[in-house]
Structures are given as structure tokens and as C-alpha cells.
């Protein structure tokens, strides 16, 4: 795959290929998010942070990736503060803005919005999350996640027992997850989740179809001992109403107990977070802060290495990065 002046909108785009090449230039930036040394490659670019949906982590660690390879950021929050709320259409906004930058990355809470806009755009479109629909940088960043925690186990991306849980019908990480591991080898998914949010039957028949074992069920015991356990939250925001999000909120939460009891003594814990830690939530309890084996902050540390990967493929620059290297000069103990 090509993927100078290229957009990614979709997981459905890569082949295993194209994801090696990601995942492999996503761990040569360690060096410049760790701060062992900095990278101004693209000094003078200029990304667009257009986020349209409340956003923590995917717009920082797009903003945060960007400034490590030396570029500057313009950022855009919320529909109500741009020229879309004055009627303005996603090709006109992409027009204009894709005119002002080298590199847009955008998040709408609207399905296939974010394809409408690369329409309009000159420059590349890096999806940062498109309704229920897909979030590819996360799915990568996942996929990352699990092939570095497996390596600690002599594992790879094949021959893996991976559980997805929780809203998995609202939840687009799970979705864009599941359409990459359909590429690998003799991979197992257990879904657990209410029947009314189960994974939707589209994506079901991709992992099918691919020859892998898939298995829908409604309860947690007995069917958590696995290599991943990727949790999800209550999706309230694409329900009708919060009453209707609050009738399966809390159903598959995950203790220090549940986990002893249910998992093997290395399942590794994963969450595309926020997780919510309210009450009546609770969906990874706190008590599992002290596991080694809750990758949850890792995996959202993992989302700058690939993103700035993203950057560096999409502008052409990943063979120029170690040409661009300057020492740290200030005090920092990431690098510890």
C-alpha cells in the first residue's frame, strides 16, 4: 500500500502488509515520545485538529504526535464554534481548512461523515472516530498494544484468544478491532455482551468468513480465560435516551476478584477509555491498578507512537526521521 498523500478513513483499507509497515514505524518513534531524543522532520507542517465530539485522548495524542515530529497544530473543538453550525457543508469546511494545513485529522459523531469531508479535502484525512461507525487509528493502536504485550509471552497476532465486552454494538473500537484481526490466523473472539448490544452481524460474518471461531454470549464466567480481555464502556451518547444506556450500565464489570477467578494468570487487560469508574458503573474496578497486566495506560500511551507513524507515512517522511534527530535539552523523566 501507498501511503504518501493518502487518507485513512478506514481499517478496511490495510492489508497484514501495510499494518506490518505501520506497527513497525509506530515502534521506531519510542525513542522520540520516551524524549530520549527529539525530531523536527516536519518543522513547518501544519496538521488540523478538527474534533466535532468530545474528545480526550485521540485529540491530544493526534495534537501530541504531530508537535513530536516538529510540526504546529491548529485545533478546532465542537461544531458550535465553526461554520457548520452556520449551515456550512463538510466539503466546504474540508475545501477551506485542507487549504491551511498539510495533514487534517477529524472526529464527527455522524456515520461516514468523515469520508464526506476527505471529499472535499486536498490534503490527507486521518479519521480520528466517525459515529458508531469506525475509529482506525485506535484500532491500530490496539492492535500495537497486543502484539507488544504478547510478546512477553513468546505470542504474536496470530493464534489469539481475544474476549471483547460491553457495549459492542455502539462501540466503534471494537468494530474497527475486529475487521483487523479477521487478517490474522486462528484467532478465537468470545463476545460478551447483551443480546441487544451484541456485535453487529456484519462484522460477525467478517470474522467468519476469515475462518474464526466466534462466540456470543451474556455472561462473564466462564468465558474469560483468554490471552486479551478488551472492555468497552456504555456507549450512553448513541442511545435514544441516558434511561435506556442506564438499563446494562454496570453488567460487566471487572474486579481483582473476577479477574482471579476467571482469567489466566497473564490475561491482559485492555480499555480505549475513559473508563467509567462511577458506581453504578464501575466497568475495570481501581483494584486492578496494581496489575501488571492492565495495559490500559500503555495502550493510550501507544496511541502517540502510531500516530505519529500515521503522520510520517502519510507525508512521506518515514525513511527521513533519524536525519531530523536533536538531543533533549531539558529536564524530563520519561526517559528513566
Same mark, same amino acid.
Given at each position: 500500500?501507498?501511503?504518501?498523500?493518502?487518507?485513512?478513513?478506514?481499517?478496511?483499507?490495510?492489508?497484514?502488509?501495510?499494518?506490518?509497515?505501520?506497527?513497525?514505524?509506530?515502534?521506531?518513534? !519510542?525513542?522520540?515520545?520516551?524524549?530520549?531524543?527529539?525530531?523536527?522532520?516536519?518543522?513547518?507542517?501544519?496538521?488540523?485538529?478538527?474534533?466535532?465530539?468530545?474528545?480526550?485522548?485521540?485529540?491530544?495524542?493526534?495534537?501530541?504526535?504531530?508537535?513530536?515530529?516538529?510540526?504546529?497544530?491548529?485545533?478546532?473543538?465542537?461544531?458550535?464554534?465553526?461554520?457548520?453550525?452556520?449551515?456550512?457543508?463538510?466539503?466546504?469546511?474540508?475545501?477551506?481548512?485542507?487549504?491551511?494545513?498539510?495533514?487534517?485529522?477529524?472526529?464527527?459523531?455522524?456515520?461516514?461523515?468523515?469520508?464526506?469531508?476527505?471529499?472535499?479535502?486536498?490534503?490527507?484525512?486521518?479519521?480520528?472516530?466517525?459515529?458508531?461507525?469506525?475509529?482506525?487509528?485506535?484500532?491500530?493502536?490496539?492492535?500495537?498494544?497486543?502484539?507488544?504485550?504478547?510478546?512477553?509471552?513468546?505470542?504474536?497476532?496470530?493464534?489469539?484468544?481475544?474476549?471483547?465486552?460491553?457495549?459492542?454494538?455502539?462501540?466503534? !473500537?471494537?468494530?474497527?478491532?475486529?475487521?483487523?484481526?479477521? /487478517?490474522?490466523?486462528?484467532?478465537?473472539?468470545?463476545?460478551?455482551?447483551?443480546?441487544?448490544?451484541?456485535?453487529?452481524?456484519?462484522?460477525?460474518?467478517? &470474522?467468519?468468513?476469515?475462518?474464526?471461531?466466534?462466540?456470543?454470549?451474556?455472561?462473564?464466567?466462564?468465558?474469560?480465560?483468554?490471552?486479551?480481555?478488551?472492555?468497552?464502556?456504555?456507549?450512553?451518547?448513541?442511545?435514544?435516551?441516558?434511561?435506556?444506556?442506564?438499563?446494562?450500565?454496570?453488567?460487566?464489570? &471487572?474486579?481483582?476478584?473476577?479477574?482471579?477467578?476467571?482469567?489466566?494468570?497473564?490475561?491482559?487487560?485492555?480499555?480505549?477509555?475513559?473508563?467509567?469508574?462511577?458506581?453504578?458503573?464501575?466497568?475495570?474496578?481501581?483494584?486492578?491498578?496494581?496489575?501488571?497486566?492492565?495495559?490500559?495506560?500503555?495502550?493510550?500511551?501507544?496511541?502517540?507512537?502510531?500516530?505519529?507513524? &500515521?503522520?510520517? /507515512?502519510?507525508?512521506?517522511?518515514?525513511?527521513?526521521?533519524?536525519?531530523?534527530?536533536?538531543?533533549?535539552?531539558?529536564? !524530563?523523566?520519561?526517559?528513566?
Amino acid at each position: 500500500m501507498k501511503f504518501q498523500g493518502k487518507h485513512i478513513l478506514s481499517v478496511s483499507q490495510f492489508d497484514r502488509e501495510a499494518i506490518a509497515k505501520i506497527l513497525q514505524i509506530s515502534a521506531q518513534m !519510542t525513542p522520540y515520545a520516551s524524549r530520549k531524543k527529539r525530531c523536527h522532520v516536519l518543522e513547518g507542517a501544519i496538521l488540523s485538529n478538527l474534533f466535532f465530539e468530545p474528545s480526550t485522548r485521540t485529540r491530544v495524542s493526534f495534537g501530541t504526535a504531530f508537535n513530536l515530529l516538529g510540526g504546529s497544530v491548529r485545533e478546532t473543538v465542537g461544531q458550535e464554534n465553526t461554520s457548520l453550525s452556520k449551515g456550512e457543508s463538510l466539503f466546504d469546511t474540508a475545501q477551506v481548512i485542507s487549504g491551511y494545513s498539510d495533514v487534517i485529522a477529524m472526529r464527527h459523531p455522524q456515520m461516514h461523515s468523515v469520508d464526506q469531508f476527505a471529499l472535499g479535502s486536498t490534503v490527507p484525512v486521518i479519521n480520528g472516530g466517525d459515529g458508531a461507525n469506525e475509529h482506525p487509528t485506535q484500532a491500530l493502536l490496539d492492535l500495537f498494544t497486543i502484539q507488544s504485550e504478547m510478546m512477553h509471552f513468546n505470542k504474536g497476532l496470530d493464534d489469539l484468544n481475544i474476549v471483547l465486552m460491553g457495549d459492542l454494538k455502539h462501540g466503534r !473500537t471494537v468494530h474497527s478491532l475486529s475487521k483487523l484481526l479477521s /487478517l490474522y490466523d486462528n484467532v478465537k473472539i468470545t463476545m460478551v455482551a447483551p443480546k441487544a448490544l451484541q456485535m453487529p452481524d456484519s462484522i460477525i460474518s467478517t &470474522l467468519s468468513d476469515a475462518g474464526h471461531e466466534v462466540v456470543l454470549t451474556e455472561t462473564m464466567e466462564g468465558n474469560l480465560y483468554c490471552d486479551v480481555i478488551y472492555q468497552t464502556r456504555i456507549q450512553q451518547e448513541r442511545f435514544a435516551s441516558k434511561d435506556e444506556a442506564e438499563l446494562y450500565r454496570g453488567h460487566f464489570s &471487572l474486579n481483582k476478584s473476577v479477574y482471579q477467578k476467571y482469567c489466566q494468570e497473564n490475561t491482559v487487560i485492555m480499555h480505549p477509555l475513559p473508563r467509567d469508574s462511577r458506581p453504578e458503573a464501575n466497568e475495570l474496578d481501581t483494584d486492578l491498578n496494581d496489575l501488571d497486566n492492565l495495559a490500559i495506560f500503555r495502550q493510550a500511551q501507544n496511541g502517540v507512537l502510531v500516530r505519529m507513524a &500515521l503522520f510520517a /507515512l502519510t507525508l512521506g517522511v518515514e525513511d527521513q526521521i533519524t536525519n531530523y534527530e536533536k538531543p533533549v535539552n531539558w529536564y !524530563t523523566n520519561k526517559n528513566l
